[in-house]
C-alpha cells in the first residue's frame, strides 16, 4: 500500500511538483523554478507488492528512488526492484528521445523559416549599435516576426536574432534566440535572450561562426567564448574565429574540436569571477588533452564587446 503523504514529501523533497500522483506510466511534471509550460522533472510510480518511486530533475542535475518500506528487502524483492529501476530507465530514455525528435521538428522548421542576417534587418542594426560588424556565417539567422512566451502565455511578437547551437558533430541541438525591436534595441520584455527546447544533449555545443584556421605553429586553430556579441567582438578583435558557447556551463562543456591543436578562451571579466572560473576550468582539461591552450580576459570588468566599444570610442575621440 503507498503512502502517498509520505511520496509526495519525497518528491518534493527532491524539487518536483507531482500535483496529483499517478502510477503506471512515466510522468512528466514542473520542478521548482519551472516556467510556463516547462517540465523539468520526471517519476515513474510501480504500484507494485513493495511499491517504488523513481524520480528525476534535471533543472538540478539530481535523481531519486522511494520505497514505500523502511525494512530489508528479500533477495527476491531486491531483484524486483533491480528490474523495475531497469525498466524506469528505458521508459525515460524513451520518452526523452521521443520528446528530442519533436523539439528537433520545431528547431528545423523555425531555421529553415529564417533569413540571412543584412545590415539592415533589425539584427544587424542591433550588431551594429553594439559595434559589431554583420559576420559572414549562416550560424546567424533573423526572422522579423516570432512570438514570445512567458509563463505559458504568447505576450508579444517581435523581430529575433536566431543562432544555430550545433554539437560536436555539426548536428543541430537548440537555437539561441535574441529578441529586439525594429529599430535593432533590445525588446521590452523579461528574458531577451532565450534558448529553444533542445534536441539532444547540450554539453560541447556551441555556435559556429567562422572556420578554424591554420596558426604559426601550423597546427589549427579557434577561439571560445560565453556570448555571441562576445564572440564577434573578439574574432574583430584578433585573427581567430569565435565560436559562442551561449553560456559558463557551455563553456566549460566546450569539446575541441579534432585536429585543433590551439584554443583561445575569451573570458569574461566578472565581478563574480564566474567568467573566469569557467575559462580556467576548460582550460585545464584541454591541456591535459594536449591542447595549447590560452586565456584572453579584458582588463576591466566585462566582456570583449565592452572593450572593442571601448577601444572605438577612445580612436573617435
Known amino acids: 500500500m503507498i503512502d502517498y503523504t509520505k511520496l509526495q514529501a519525497a518528491l518534493t523533497a527532491g524539487g518536483l511538483i507531482p500535483g496529483n500522483i499517478k502510477a503506471g506510466s ?32 534535471w533543472k ?77 556565417t549562416d550560424a546567424l539567422r533573423f526572422v522579423p516576426r516570432l512570438n514570445y512566451w512567458q509563463d505559458g502565455e504568447r505576450v508579444g511578437t517581435y523581430p529575433a536574432m536566431l543562432a544555430a547551437v550545433t554539437d560536436p558533430a555539426g548536428e543541430l541541438v537548440t537555437i539561441h534566440r535574441t529578441y529586439l525591436t525594429t529599430e535593432g534595441a533590445k525588446a521590452p520584455v523579461s528574458t531577451v535572450k532565450k534558448l529553444c527546447p533542445a534536441a539532444g544533449v547540450m554539453r560541447g555545443s556551441s555556435i559556429k561562426i567562422g572556420q578554424t584556421s591554420r596558426r604559426p605553429d601550423g ?24 565560436w559562442p558557447c551561449v553560456s559558463t ?50 582588463p576591466k570588468v566585462g566582456d570583449w564587446n565592452d572593450e572593442l566599444i571601448a577601444l572605438q570610442r577612445g580612436a573617435a575621440v
Open 26 to 57: 512515466l510522468q512528466r511534471c514542473k520542478v521548482t523554478g519551472d516556467k510556463g509550460g516547462k517540465r523539468s522533472g520526471a517519476y515513474r510510480l510501480f504500484d507494485d507488492a513493495v511499491p517504488v518511486c523513481l524520480w528525476w530533475n
Open 60 to 136: 538540478t542535475a539530481i535523481s531519486g528512488k522511494w520505497i514505500s518500506t523502511d525494512r530489508t528487502l528479500s533477495p527476491k524483492e531486491q531483484n524486483r526492484h533491480r528490474l523495475l529501476i531497469e525498466q524506469a530507465r528505458r521508459e525515460r530514455e524513451q520518452e526523452q528521445a521521443e520528446q528530442w525528435e519533436r523539439n528537433r521538428q520545431s528547431l528545423v522548421k523555425l531555421w529553415e523559416g529564417a533569413y540571412p542576417l543584412t545590415q539592415t534587418c533589425a539584427a544587424g542594426i542591433y550588431l551594429d549599435r553594439r559595434g559589431l560588424c554583420v559576420p559572414n
Open 219 to 242: 597546427r589549427l586553430g579557434i577561439g571560445v567564448s560565453e556570448g555571441i556579441e562576445t564572440g564577434i567582438a573578439a574574432t574583430m578583435l584578433s585573427d581567430v574565429s569565435v
Open 249 to 298: 556551463s557551455g563553456l566549460m562543456g566546450f569539446e575541441v574540436p579534432e585536429g585543433v591543436g590551439n584554443l583561445y578562451i575569451f573570458a569574461d571579466h566578472d565581478e563574480s569571477n564566474a567568467g573566469q572560473d569557467a575559462a580556467t576550468k576548460l582550460a585545464q582539461r584541454t591541456a591535459k588533452e594536449g591542447v595549447t591552450t590560452r586565456i584572453l580576459t579584458p
